[in-house]
């Protein structure tokens, strides 16, 4: 997979034993009298990329949002052994959490280069070059509405953004949705690099891309973890692939 | 618990049916003994606005609709009545079932087009029909609404039990059947199976939508009900004020509606009854109560505020919209719904997997 | 033709006051989700301490206007500071009951206003120069209308650059896009809430001093009656947009006071709302709005 391992951390078996940056303990989320999440548990890994799959509608994006303290959840979270609980949303940001929501939500009606520059948290330099240098097409589209640009376009300027800044994590919720294969390809070439210095919690159903980046697996269950563990052990074992998430792991189709 | 509210309710109608007998007084609230004519006046206005504002939490507290026109049907039944009798010379029935023709053909015509759009438009077009129904009363192009002045009710044709300081009481009475009624029809209608669809389109209106239920229509069905109500409210306000005046018309009187089902606690009948017949009796006391000697003593910084009723008012409204989003309703029921989170404004987060 | 003229000068006129309320109800309601009926009791309160400065100050009626528009410019963005962050902020994520708290603000101020200085108009100084007219292709046009259709025109090109070109109006604007991606990106979205609340306020004021001038007197209902024709404007123009407000604005004036003049009196206003409905059936996100 990628990465070296952190300093100090022993993997064994498959298990990493470093401190996780994010820890999540029987985190719940009720929305309009309907049980979203039923108590989800899990770690997320200092270094590399932790895939969290499951089908449709489970709740893996809520739990991402739930993170993020755009869903209000009880349990607890702790981002490097801090809480996070009780924090509003751009306090958890601030905090270093970058976040790429599904379906990019650019800002339409602003600029490429508007986008940018509302994204930079102000408390340091923001970083221009290493983002023009992953992403060199923004560059010449600073001047355009992000309303006119292609969905991996967009996808760029999502990712971009999180990244003018230092960031402890990233939670990133399904980039390659509703892209070009030949984008796909860019856009998880882009998130392996990134992978190398900051950590990823990658909501994704594409599997192939799961694949290549992702080092450990959590599959979600209606609201609930069903599987954590080693992700090459888990899309290798074909018949537990499709169990827990009702597609086969080769063909990437659905049953 | 429902047999000890049916009895409670019971005993309430009564006690207050026999009101007119009684020469208790409540010195300071009320302008006299119960049974004089000025506090059966009063009484009566308090119990149609109560009525009034039942109609209106149907919308509201009930069904989630936000509307801000709803004075525009209580304003039909009070001119459409008025002009028929004073105007035109008609016998009192035909003129209150035109008055009930009027607010329902008027509500369904302005519901099929307002319930187009949702949340905020929804309640812009509630409002500019309402504005516009204020513009024509008051300029009056047909010259019968008598325009800002208002118009006097002719009761040459009414029975004379309804006419007359004297018979104050019977009208009483009429106000009261009033407030009886509306309550039970909002009851049955809010306990029937469009009752049930218009409970689960106030508290998430896209979710039976994707069961394929037309909201539209229970919608539109909320929306004739209250206002044909209010009409009603209309025509036996007119009895009781003698007259009709443009006030009725105006935007601040349906949000005057607002404030009593808030204060009172929408979404509960006995709440919105009571926010009607509480705010109601405090607007129209607390005028004499600023003009009192004990008021006129204190220094300016507290006789002003104090002199204006709806400051009190306003003032008493923000208090409980911060600490007491369930109305007085939520004090004896403890959980009851607030209305800060039930009437949902369309936002943008859409649903998420 | 020249009655052409006086109509059009009159709208805009009347359009640009429409304006200044509407241009801060619209960023209030399209970033806030606010829908804030005090307003019109703020522009009230602007109206108020403008008349009230103008006279205690002494000195030409030109120098007593300019105070009076000053003072309540300045007082209604207090005002409105005040009520935001003591009454609107803490009902954050309540959506009703921020609507119902500026009801009850509304009716409370109103009152209060009533109370110290009676129902009686109360005058605004008018100096001679504004009620004085010039020629213009043969119409008698007076100059109070051109100021003010001036200052709408100034305070919207304000409005624009505080849009365009500070990181502020950058964050209005994306807010009023998407409020919770803006939070996401480590933006505290409550200043900003704070401060276009302000601004609102501010131009409200501005609006109940320039009515002052433009009627020649305030009333306590003056806020309530010039509030409707704004929300119509807002809805028309488009929620959140400035220039969508402008544009409604001058539309509105203009079919007001047409209508007004060669249909009958009253039906102008009745046309106003013909016109809302219309837009909301058929473009129901307004002329300039983003779709809802």
Known sequence: MTGAPVTGARETGGEVTAEPVLRLSDVQVRIAGSQILHGVSFDVAP????????????????????????????????????????????????????????????FAGLTVAENLRLAERGTAEPRYDPVFELFPDLRTRLRQQAGTLSGGQQQMVALARVLLAENRLLLVDEPTKGLAPQVVGEVARVLERVAETVPVLLVEQNLGVVGRLARRAVVLNQGRVVHDGDATALLEDGALTRRLLGVSAETGARK | MRRAQLLGGVALVVVLALLPFSALTVPGVLPGAFASPGTLQLLAICLVFAALALSYDLLFGFTGLLSFG?????????????????????????????????????????????????????????LAFAQAGSVLVVQ???????????????????????????????????????????????????????????????????????????????????????????????????????GATADVTTPEFTLALLVMVVLG????????????????????????????????????????????????????????VLFLPGGVASLVRPGGRPAGKRVRLPTRKRARA | ???????????????????????????IFGLMRVLNFAH???????????????????????????????????????????????????????????????????????????????????????????????????????????????????????????????????VVRAGVENRAMVTALGIDVRR??????????????????????????????????????????????????????????????????????????????????????????????GLLGRAL
């Open chain 1, 47 to 106: 270094t590399g990329v932790t895939a969290l799959l499951g089908r449709n509608g489970v709740g893996k994006t809520t739990t991402l949002l739930a993170v993020m303290g755009l869903r209000p959840r009880t349990g607890s979270v702790r981002l490097d052994g801090e809480s996070l609980d009780g924090l509003p949303t751009h306090r958890i940001v601030r905090r270093g959490v970058g976040y790429v929501p599904e379906d990019r939500e650019v």
């Open chain 2, 70 to 126: 709803h004075a525009l049907y209580f304003a039909v039944g009070v001119y459409a009545t008025t002009i028929a009798l004073s105007v035109w010379h008609w016998a009192p029935v035909p003129a209150v079932l035109l008055a009930l023709g009027c607010g329902l053909v008027l509500s369904a015509l302005a519901g099929a087009v307002s319930l187009r759009v949702r949340g905020i438009a929804f309640a812009m077009v509630t």
């Open chain 2, 140 to 242: 009056d192009p047909l010259r019968v609404t008598g325009g800002e002045q208002g118009l006097g009710l002719n009761v040459s044709r009414l029975p004379d039990a309804l006419v007359g300081v004297v018979n104050t009481r019977n009208v009483y009475w009429l106000a009261l059947a009033l407030a009886v009624v509306v309550y039970l029809v909002v009851g049955l209608t809010t306990t029937s199976a469009a009752g049930h669809v218009w409970a689960a389109i106030r508290e998430n209106e896209q979710r039976i939508a994707v069961l394929g239920v037309r909201t539209y229509t229970f919608k539109l069905l909320a929306f004739v009900t209250g206002s044909t109500l209010a009409t009603l409210c209309g025509v036996v306000y007119v009895l009781l004020v003698g």
């Open chain 2, 265 to 320: 606690g929408s979404g509960v009948r006995w709440g919105a009854l009571l926010g009607g017949f509480a705010y109601t009796l405090l607007d129209q006391r607390l005028g004499a109560l600023a003009g009192s000697d004990t008021v006129a003593a204190l220094p300016a910084v507290a006789r002003v505020p104090l002199s204006q009723p709806l400051f009190i008012l306003g003032v008493l409204f923000v208090l409980v």
């Open chain 3, 1 to 27: 033709m020249s009655t052409v003229v006086v109509l059009a000068v009159t709208g805009l006129g009347l359009g640009a006051l429409y304006f200044l309320i509407a241009s801060g109800l619209s960023l």
């Open chain 3, 40 to 170: 019109g009791a703020v522009l009230g309160v602007g109206a108020y301490l403008g008349w009230w400065a103008s006279v205690h100050v002494g000195g030409p009626a030109t120098a007593r206007m300019l105070v009076a528009v000053a003072a309540g410019t300045v007082g209604s963005a207090v005002l409105a500071a005040v009520v935001e962050l003591l009454l609107v902020r803490p009902l954050y994520e309540r959506e009703v009951a921020q609507v119902l708290v500026t009801v009850g603000l509304a009716l409370a101020i109103v009152a209060l206003l009533s109370g110290i200085w009676g129902t009686d108009p109360k005058v605004y100084p008018v100096p001679s120069w504004m009620t004085d007219t010039s020629s213009v292709a043969g119409a008698l046009i007076p100059h109070g209308r051109v100021v003010t259709v001036l200052v709408g025109l100034a305070v919207l090109g304000l409005f624009v650059l505080f849009l365009r070109r500070t990181r502020y109006g950058l």
């Open chain 3, 192 to 285: 900003a809430f704070t401060l276009v609340f302000t601004l609102g306020g501010a131009a409200a004021g501005l609006a109940g001093a320039l009515a002052g001038v433009y009627f020649g007197s305030v009333t306590p209902g003056l806020g309530s009656s010039l509030l409707i024709y704004a929300f119509i404007v807002v809805v028309i123009g488009g929620l959140g947009s400035v220039p969508g407000s402008a544009l409604a604005a001058a539309v509105v004036g203009l079919v007001q006071q047409f209508t007004n003049y060669y249909a009958a009196s009253g039906i102008g206003d009745l046309s106003v709302v013909l016109l809302l409905a219309v837009v909301l059936l058929v473009r129901p996100q």
